[in-house]
């Protein structure tokens, strides 16, 4: 597993990229051991995962009798809603790199997804415990959360950018492919599991 300072080394490689530093790359491991590594994310992210599944178990039991409870099952679904989020999206990129032969640069974005869902996931868990204890600031979460939202987009086309050049309808479409698949699997597993929120 990487340690705290390999992290802090990776995330100044995605902070100089998104900044158009092509020096951010060597701060990178961008090789296939690196792409693997590079799911060690979903372990530096828990923390904020679990902050989130807490939250999602409050909304779900809202609406259901007070004497309701929720089991490790729940949690054990969420996370397969989770671990699907992260490996669908990646999956259909592998794909596509592969039909548009640029399966070179695969290992490359691996990479830059997985760490840069590290600050994404705690700026998450952030706004999720902003809702869990001070509710009335919903329409300012709301608003926080639309711009973590752009800010996503605007990283991952200006890191995406500096992999694959100034080819912006694949750009475009990488990051198509990245985020709206996960919008929709998050969606039906949630209700085909039983976890959303009534």
Partial sequence: MPTLK??????????????QDPSGFSYLDLTDRGAMRSFWAILWTLPAILISFAWWRLLYLQGLPEDTGTGAVFFFRLALVEASNWLFPLILLGILCWMIGIGEKYASMVVVSNWLALPVSYSYGLLVLLMMFVPGLAGVVAFLWLLLMISLIAAL??????????????????????????MIIAEVLERYLGVYPG
């Fill in 6 to 19: 390999e992290v802090e080394f990776y995330l100044k490689g995605l902070w100089l990229l998104f900044k």
């Fill in 157 to 182: 086309f200006r890191i995406m950018r500096m992999i694959l050049g100034d080819q912006l309808l694949m750009v475009s479409t990488v990051i198509m492919v990245l985020l709206i698949p996960s």
